[in-house]
């Protein structure tokens, strides 16, 4: 029998869902003190109405009474499940007073794909979106890059919600003794990250020209971007726009940053490098990342070299280098066009586009996708199935893996493993059928579906204003179902579909 919602829960749901909605509102302070620095006057007041608003919608939520004790682990998933939607339709409100969405659902569409740092647009004449609303849209994928939920932990709002919560956001590693220490921990790692990758890139742009305002901005949504593994870049043409060949090579190391487990990196910071450096290549989800990312790229580059685009070497390793870390990391940054990833790229390059993309960085990221570790495991299962076929019936074999210490490879985690990888399969798939049903090219379709569970945000150019109503809900969707990694969403799906159920009365 599945677990009911008593209305005690709903309470518990309500009161702590107000609460992270009330820290959207605060934290939409900083656009706001940009549109006055910068003099937006017309913007400013768009923000008094988006913080007001999560105001009046959290206040009321945190209304709801709560019993005392620490949430329990259906009630921390369901909070964490909601938050993505509640908090996207708060952060909306000044994107959809900003004239630069055809509706509302568009501007919804940016606040999901914001706090899921997935990088999809359908921003309309995004050359000229005010400071304000850029700042805002990079401060959307900085909380979804970390999550809503470290943050609010790593600020102290929550001390008696037990791991639950923590976990309730995809993340099962606990890299420092006690939760409020691993968020603080994340967050404080990504802080300083942001803060010397703003600084390199702030070099390279002042050395480029760049005006040193309008070049600290640029520097720090960049930063903000491939760090978090987002996407989301403050011009139509993303990083081409800036003709950098440093800037590049800066972005590509911060996103390779953001696409590794927090874990191995809190190793590091207690144990000292040299200590930490067996395990950290001795780990399975860095050598399976290292392995995958090798290889795709050889058969990227193989891929060009046998049809006619990007035939210069140095036009090859400067683009395709680029777009295979982007994809692997699952950043949506691009240096080709959508008429050169559609018409010049051969459809076989396309196909090992569209399987980076499915694949993805490291569990604990801030990459999406698949994950390295699952691949891993699942293929250190097969192997060692086989070798127990080959060996006598008298042996038995056991096999281990490292990941943040030694492991025995179980049946239960192995099966965890093929569980999530299937449910990605599944809606990758999924979202590929409709977007062939709203008339699409089937190549084309499946890497917007493989590129919105994945929480890319790489485009072939499907993704645009015009796109059917259905479609964007689609995407949408998928970039939820994507950022909770489905088990904790269908959790909840179940458990409000059997509160709803009638009790069955016992027979007399």
């Given amino acids: 029998m599945w677990p009911r919602f008593q209305k005690s829960d709903l309470g518990m749901i309500a009161h702590y869902l107000g609460s992270m909605v009330l820290l959207i509102g605060v934290i939409m302070v900083f656009p706001l003190a940009v549109s006055v620095i910068m003099s937006e006057w017309n913007i400013t007041g768009n923000y008094l109405i988006g913080a007001g608003a999560a105001t009046v919608i959290g206040g009321l939520l945190r209304m709801c009474r709560i019993s005392p004790g620490a949430l329990e682990r259906r009630q921390a998933i ?30 919804l569409f940016e606040g999901v794909s914001g706090l899921t740092s997935t990088g999809f647009t ?8 005010s400071t304000a609303d850029n700042m805002w849209r990079f401060t959307m994928q900085f909380l979804g890059g970390q999550g809503v939920v470290v943050i609010a932990l790593s600020l102290g709002l929550f001390s008696k919600v037990g791991s639950s919560f923590y976990t309730s956001e995809g993340r099962n590693e606990f890299v420092m003794p006690n939760i409020k220490k691993t968020a603080r921990f994340i967050w404080q790692f990504s802080s300083i990250i942001v803060i010397f990758g703003t600084i390199l890139l702030f070099t390279v742009l002042l050395l480029y020209g760049f005006d040193p305002v309008r070049g600290f901005f640029h520097a720090l949504w960049v930063t903000i971007g491939a760090y978090d593994t987002a996407g989301f870049a403050p011009q139509s043409l993303s990083i081409m726009y800036y003709h950098s060949f440093p800037l590049e090579i800066f972005v590509m190391v911060l996103m390779m940053i953001g696409a590794v487990n927090f874990a191995l990196y809190a190793r590091i910071w207690k144990g000292g490098f040299r200590s930490t450096v067996r395990e950290f290549t001795a780990d399975i989800e860095i050598r399976t990342l290292a392995i995958w990312t090798v290889f795709i790229l050889m058969a990227f580059v193989a891929a060009i070299l046998a049809g006619s685009f990007l035939t210069d070497y140095s036009g090859l390793a400067r683009r395709g280098v680029f777009t295979i870390v982007a994809a692997t990391t699952n950043t949506g940054f691009q240096v080709l066009s959508t008429h050169q990833i559609n018409a010049l790229l051969s459809s076989g390059a396309f196909f090992i586009l569209v399987l980076a993309l499915a694949i993805g960085g490291s569990s604990g990221s801030t990459a999406g996708g698949i994950k390295a570790l699952r691949i891993g495991i699942i293929a250190k299962a097969t192997l060692a199935r086989i070798k127990d076929v080959l060996a006598p019936k008298s042996v ?15 049946g239960e985690v192995t099966g965890a493993a093929m569980t999530i990888t299937i449910l990605y399969i599944v809606t990758y798939v999924t979202g590929a059928i ?21 929480n890319a945000g790489l485009s072939s150019g499907l993704i645009a204003p015009d796109i059917p109503v259905y479609l964007k ?11 909770l990694e ?9 458990c409000f579909f059997a509160s709803l159920k009638p009790r069955r009365r016992a027979k007399l």
């Fill in 78 to 107: 369901a909070i964490t499940g909601l938050v993505w939607i509640v908090g996207a339709f708060v952060a909306a409100i000044p994107l959809w007073l900003s004239g630069h969405y055809l509706s509302f659902l568009d501007a």
């Fill in 486 to 494: 489905f088990i904790a969403f269908l959790a909840v799906i179940f």
């Fill in 396 to 410: 038995r074999n056991t096999t281990g893996y490292t990941h943040l210490g030694r492991h025995l490879l179980s």
């Fill in 122 to 129: 359908l921003c309309q004449d995004i050359d000229h979106l």
């Fill in 434 to 454: 409709a977007g062939i049903v709203a008339g699409y090219e089937p190549i084309s379709a499946t890497m917007e579906s493989v590129s919105a569970t994945s």
């Fill in 473 to 483: 809900i689609v995407y949408m969707l998928q970039m939820w179902f994507g950022r």
